[in-house]
């Protein structure tokens, strides 16, 4: 079963179109990593999901159900985390987690001290009091405590600090158990996401331009450098699925999206005759540039006079 | 805390460079036969990792005979199998070629570097199994 399926989910905003007919599968058990730059619709496809803004075209099921028809029985399985949630200020951490509690009939006491504890909040301060990674905090525990099935973080690492961002993850990890628990989560920070995902999505302009399990990924890009046979002028053909090439003496260096050791290997003893050629797997953030800027190289430095 | 040392480097499948380094712990001794190796739930949460990663790789590891699991106690290390050591050597390739390529650099000879390791080799047996 598929804990998020979208098809053609689509969200306009009088001329905006903020997402264009989104086809998303989330397997259930998977850690799914939403990654795209600002603005390309992220957010607004999770506040789809949610039901918090109408789709302008297509559908999304979410733990089954149609997203439009999402009712209490169904977010009781769902942790939803976003720096946009209203928090009612007035209360304290522990008047907070009392309103919440008999809304879930799975609220486990137990976790919630432990969290509590290993969160290092403080119970009675009021929530208007808390810092920006406190209030993170107290919204994760409150969501954690009913052990959801599907955890949806909207940008959850952002502008917290790294010993805020580990007890993050730690929590998240705390309630993981294998098999069903899935989680969907957007994020800029892809040192993280590379860690934690077995799934990437890669949205940009309201448009899913990739969407792989990230080691199936991880195997199929490497950054290639070639030492060229002495005297040798670069190559002016090259294949579609080696991007963002770079000249500079006698190195080249490019990325192959589809690499295969022997089929490699083969290719560039044809294209670069005599030539050494050594292959890097890349990290997910070099995967992410290289497939953000197509084609084009980087610019070239001036020369230097 | 881990009983073997492990850092996670961006780019390679976290699978890989987990099993490499359990393998390592192993191979240097970090890791003895009997000793209780952590479960799913303790290897996800210490590495900050998905818990289905670290399953794939105790799965992984049980299977290539370097973990037991016994039903009270959890996983174990398994007693090496001795019939291997090619296979363990070459679990030191990646290090070695990183070792050869600085040698290389520093000007060093075979005969050098062969020594080098010859001591440091020594230094280690005092606190590892032989």
Redesign the interface.
Known sequence: MNAIETTGLTCRFRQLEAVHSLDLTVPA???YALLGPNGAGKSTTIKMLMNLLRPTGGTARVLGTNSLQLSPAEFARIGYVAETIDLPEWMSVRQFLDYCRPFYKKWDRELEKTLLAKFDLPPARKIKHLSRGMRMKTLLLSVLAYRPDLLVLDEPFSGLDPVVR?DF??GV??V???GD?TVFVSSHDI?EV?????WVGLIDGGRLKLAER??SL??RFRRIEVTRANGSTPPTQRPAHWLGWEDAGSLTRFIETQYKPDETEKLCAEIFPGANVTA???????IYLSLARGNTAPQPVAALR | MLPFSIEIRPGLPIAEQVLFAVKKAVVMGQLRTGDKFPSVRVLSQELRINPNTAHKVVAQLVEEGVLVTTPAVGSVVAAPALGDRRARAELLGPELERAIVEAKKLGLTVEDVQAAVAAHWRKLSDNSKP
Not at chain 1, 194 to 198: F, G, S, V
Not at chain 1, 280 to 286: A, G, K, N, S, V
């Open positions: 058990g998977s850690v580990d993850i730690r990890l705390e993981s158990s294998l628990w040192e590379e860690r934690l995902a077995d990230l080691d991880q195997q890097q797997p890349l990290p997910l953030r070099e």
